[in-house]
Nanobody, 128 residues
């Protein structure tokens, strides 16, 4: 499985970007597919994810501003980012996992991040 992330770039604060995560196959086989980000000097952190059942979950910092969705073709997942802030600047990674982690968001978000498949990352820079 290969995940290809794209769509990052430089945007002014308040602007928008849409990230794409294209999987080499359908995303329907995964229990969860989501986005993480890592800023310089910080740990990788959860941003948003979508379960195979269609439910979504967001980090508190991005709720109301970011939206995760899946393309009708099912092999691409998007992260629409609106009202971007300088603190959103980071390398964004898409991630897909097969395990269900008890089918709870707590289980998914507390898992070992070595589990699953990772894309190569796309840089998001937000100027103030």
């Amino acid at each position: 499985v290969q995940l290809q992330a794209s769509g990052g770039g430089l945007v002014q604060a308040g602007g928008s970007l849409r990230l794409s995560c294209a999987a080499s196959g359908s995303t329907e086989e995964f229990s969860y597919i989501g986005w993480y980000r890592q800023a310089p000097g910080k740990q990788r952190e959860f941003v948003a994810a979508r379960s195979s059942g269609g439910s979504v979950n967001y980090a508190e910092a991005v709720k109301g501003r970011f939206t995760i969705s899946r393309a009708n073709a099912a092999n691409t997942v998007y992260l629409q980012m609106n009202s971007l802030k300088p603190e959103d600047a980071a390398v964004y990674y898409c991630n897909a996992v097969l395990s269900s982690y008890g089918s709870t968001w707590e289980g998914y978000k507390s898992r070992d991040l070595d589990d699953g498949y990772w894309g190569q990352g796309t840089q998001v820079t937000v100027s103030s």
